[in-house]
Structure formats: C-alpha cells, structure tokens
C-alpha cells in the first residue's frame, strides 16, 4: 500500500514539469514573464504582446505538449492536416490560421474598417513617403544576407522595417515559419518603442528650421473619392503585384464596409469583434511558436539587431526623401512627417507631432503625417507581395 | 560577391517596383477631385443641392426686394445669415449658401433684453 502510494507520487514527480524541464525552458518562461511585465505595465503593444507572450509560456511549460512544430515542419515541406486532426493539440489549430495565411489578411480587414484614408487622399504626394520608408525593408535584407541568413530568412527578417505586424507575420509564415516567434516578437517590440526609436532619428537629419515647417490646410475629401479609393487600390496593386492581394485586398475591402455607409453592422463587425477575436488567435499561436529551441539561440539575437536596424533604416529613409520633397517644394513640406512612413499607425504619426511640435509648439503636423503613415501600410503589403514573388 | 549582387539586384527590383505602385496610386490619387467636380455639377443641375458640396438657395422672397432702403445694412445681414447658416450646417469653406431673401420681423423683445444680450455678445468678443 505504501510502495504503491510512493510509486504513484513518484511517477507524478518524474513526469512534472520541474524535472523534465531543461534548463532552456524556464530561460523561456523567464522571457515571457519579462514579456508580460512590458505588455501589462509598460503597456507596449499589450493587445498583441500579451497573447503572444501567454502564448510563449503555454508552449514551454515542460511536457505540456500544447504545441507540436514537427506536425508543420515535414520532409516533405507540406502540412500533414490528417495528422494534425489525430495528434495535434489546441494550439496546433489556432497555428493552422497562420500557416495558412489567414489570420494576418483578416486582421487587415479590421485595420482597414477602422482607417480614415482621407489625410492621404487630401495629398496624395505623401504616399511617397510611404513608399521612400520601405527602402530601409531592402538595406536590411542585404545586411542579413551578408550576415548569412538564408534568402526566405532574411527576406522575413527585413520586413520588420516596415512596422507592420501582420505583414511581417504573413510573411515569415509563408517564407520563414520557424523564425516567426522572434520575428513577430521583434516586429512588434520595435513598434511599441516608436516613442524612443524614431526621436533621436528625425532629429539627426533635420535641421530646427526643416522642423518648424507649418504645412498647410489639407482639403475636404469627399465620400465619392473616399469609397473610389478601395476599389482603384485594389485593382490597381492586385493586377500589379498579385501576391501583395491577400493583405492589400483585405485591407481595402474593411476600408469599403467602412466608407460605402451601406453595411455598418458588418463594419463595426470586422474593427471590433472579428479583428479582436482573430488577434487572440493570431497572438496565441505566433507566441506557441517561441519554442526553446527555436529561441534560443544566435539567430534571435541577430534577428533582433537586423530589426532594429530595419526599423531604424525605415525612418531614416523615409525623413530623407521628406527632407527631398522640402526642398522640391520651397519649404511647404515638413520633412519630420516622412517618419510616419514606416506604418505603426498611428504611433509614428503622433511622434511626427511631438517632435514638430517641440521645434514650433504652435505646429500641428498630425493630419499631414496620417498620410504617409497610411501610405506606409499600403507599401508594407507591395515590399512584402515582392518579397513574397520572389522567394515564396 | 554573388550574394551581394543576387542583394543589390533584389533591392533594386523591390524599390523600383514599390515606388512604381505608389507613384501610380499618386497619379490616380490627384485625379479624384475630378469625381467631385462631375458630381458637383450634376447635383446643380438635377437635384438642386441637398449635400455639403451643392448650393443652398432660400426661395426668393418679395421683401427682400422692397425692403431695400439700407443696402449696407442688409449686406451686413445677408453675410451674417450666410456665416450662421454655415456654421449651424457644420461645413467647410466649399459649401456654397446663397441667401436669395430674408424678411424682417417686428421687435418684440424688451428693450431692456435687447441691451442686456448684445452687451453680453460684446462682452464675448
């Protein structure tokens, strides 16, 4: 009675987590902790740091067995669904949302339902500040490769310079699936440390004069050219770069439930309800895939030092091209809103404001930085349908 | 050096095409206020205007016609009545009113009221 009491005792024992865990486990556990600590008391990013971080501890609790990566990664480089159904576990299928490409395009859906495109549509030269912010995308995948990285990896890695979450998601699972815990967790680590990022940035290549620039008043915009732009956007970047129409269609059909005035139930739907609902998932599964042995590791570290460079690239680029249309147009841009290129909506855009601001406290820049920063989400999904075309 | 060129060669491509795309947007982009200006003037022609961009006429009133012996006070008015109808409409400097006749009312406010509410106002500006 009392051998088996103490076999029993002693079986639970050998099976806990404390004794078949590794040491690189509860370095794991720690990270997420460190994780939640930003996401609930710095509050960085929190909607999605916090899922991702819950996700991550889930998935190296010792024996656990929540998620299972072999199940994606075959020899055959093709998912076993058969195989997921029989073994896999409740995390395995939130994952499958990612694998496949469907939670990032449905997370554009709400983006899009919740974005105002006016500011751009009112000057529409400011989307090239968009387009001028995803240059830093380009340096940084020529710096990973250089550092060694395989193409897909460091075509995933350079995308976080575009500072868009889903999009650097979407594309590490197409390209890189392993490498899409510390990706997604750099990508969105780097967003939240906008305020801190970008200042020193926008500084160092403007002078005080370029900031103190007060730009003018932006025209009305109508609700016929407000519901023209999803449709033109889509047909034009589609036909264009049909790899970039999961992100770029999904993105203007939200901004057409919203605009069109017609479908206002299904409108509130995607930028409240769904767009929460799939962020769960999305931040869940991304966070399951932060496995021990898939972190810890050189690459991360690498991954991200390439980030913040990217990050950083982006803004510099972006400021550079607004400091060109300064001087193209006598003095009527602010270079400080080519920041707000790189997307983090609307992070960027209200950095561009308290830096102006500083130089000139009177300067309200902030409607002409929504501009750019919306351009920036829009040329974040063309770098990543490149990318995606050439390497996919 | 093959990995460098394979690079530069991806960047290349990626900027050009970015940029391609935006610009094309841009092009686009500067064409839709023509959208407004067709819209503009068939709402002028068809419905008389019922939307922020179209004209608001008041009918014309005979008073306004015989009532003409202070023109500079009624030009006062009629920006005035322009000005409020604006503001209470909410709308931008695009929106076109257009007061075609007013028409006085007698005063029967007491004077005592009168006074009191403009120093008010005065006091206000």
């Avoid at chain 1, 309200?364 to 989400?377: K, R, S």
């Avoid at chain 2, 841009?26 to 959208?35: A, D, I, N, T």
Wanted: proline share 5%; aromatic share 10%; charged share 15%.
């Amino acid at each position: 009675m009392l051998n088996d009491f103490i076999n029993i005792i002693g079986d639970i024992i050998s099976k806990s987590g404390f004794v078949i865990g590794e040491y690189r486990h509860f370095i794991m556990i720690f990270i997420s902790c460190v994780l939640f600590y930003l996401a609930i008391a710095k509050e960085y990013e929190p909607l999605l740091l916090l899922p991702i971080a819950f996700g991550m501890l889930l998935t190296n609790l010792p024996g656990a067995n929540l998620y299972h990566p072999e199940l994606f990664i075959t020899e055959s480089g093709k998912v076993d669904i058969i195989e997921i159904f029989n073994n896999g576990g409740l995390l395995d299928f939130l994952y499958l949302g990612v694998k496949f490409g469907v939670y990032p395009p449905l997370i554009f859906l709400g983006i899009g339902a919740m974005t105002d495109f006016g500011p751009l549509l009112s000057n529409p030269k400011s989307i090239l500040l968009g387009a001028a912010s995803q240059i830093g995308i380009f340096i940084t995948f020529i710096c990973a490769l250089l550092l060694g990285f395989s193409q897909e990896v460091a075509a995933a890695i350079a995308i976080i310079g575009g500072a868009d979450g889903p999009t650097a998601i979407y594309v590490t699972s197409q390209l890189a699936p392993k490498m899409l815990g510390p990706i997604a967790i750099a990508a969105y680590s780097y967003m939240a440390l906008v305020p801190m990022i970008q200042p020193p940035i926008m500084k160092l290549f403007t002078t005080k004069k370029e900031r103190e620039t007060v730009m003018g008043q932006l025209r009305k915009v109508s609700k016929r050219e407000k519901i023209a732009f999803p449709i033109v956007v889509t047909i034009l970047i589609c036909l264009f770069l049909p790899d970039a129409a999961p992100l770029v269609g999904m993105l203007m059909l939200g901004n057409l439930f919203r605009e069109s005035g017609v479908v206002e139930r299904i409108s509130k739907t995607a930028e409240n309800e769904l767009i929460n609902i799939i962020t769960i998932f999305l931040g869940l599964s991304v966070g399951a895939t932060a496995t021990a042995e898939n972190f810890l590791n050189r690459q991360t570290l690498f991954i991200l030092f390439l980030g913040l460079a990217a990050f950083s690239l982006s803004t510099a680029t972006g400021v550079l091209f607004g400091k060109i249309m300064y001087y193209a147009t006598g003095g009527k841009v602010n270079p400080l809103i080519g920041s707000a290129g790189v997307s983090a909506v609307p992070m960027s855009a209200r950095v561009s404001q308290k830096v102006a601001s500083e130089a000139n406290p009177g300067n309200f820049i902030l409607m002409h930085a929504m501009g750019p920063n919306i351009a920036g989400v829009i040329g974040s999904a063309v770098a990543a349908g490149v990318l995606l075309a050439v390497f996919r | 050096m093959e990995t460098l060129k394979f690079a530069f060669t991806i960047t290349l491509i990626g900027i050009t095409i970015v940029f391609l795309s935006l610009i094309a947007l841009c092009v686009l982009m500067s064409l839709f206020p023509l959208l407004n200006y067709e819209w503009k003037k068939s709402s002028d022609t068809d419905k008389g205007g019922s939307d922020d961009s179209s004209y608001l006429e008041i009918e014309e009133d005979d008073d306004f016609h015989n009532d003409s012996s202070d023109n500079s006070s009624n030009s006062s008015l009629i920006a005035l009545l322009t000005a409020a109808a604006t503001a209470y409409m909410g709308s931008s400097s695009d929106v076109k009113v257009r007061v075609t006749s007013f028409k006085r009312i007698p005063q029967t406010s007491p004077v005592w009221n009168t006074v009191g509410r403009s120093e008010y106002i005065s006091n206000k500006l």
